[in-house]
């Protein structure tokens, strides 16, 4: 029996199973427009829903750092 091919993954979503989101629903931005809850860049907040899952480890990563300089 062979396995059904997964469906492609929709154009636009909030929601992947591989990297889930940052957010913890503490939106407000600094200064230099910056989360203080998940440590986004407005721009990387945006970008998020239609970012593959490669995108979005980057941005998790780029997140990360602003946290561990905060």
Excluded: F
């Amino acid at each position: 029996m062979t396995a059904q091919p997964r469906p492609p993954k929709p154009l636009y979503s909030n929601v992947s199973p591989a990297v889930p989101s940052p957010c913890i629903s503490v939106c407000r931005l600094d200064e230099q427009r910056v989360c203080t809850g998940c440590h986004r860049h407005v721009e990387h907040i945006r970008e998020w829903r239609s970012a593959d899952d490669e995108r979005r480890r980057q941005i998790c990563r780029e997140a990360e750092a602003l946290r561990a300089r905060a």
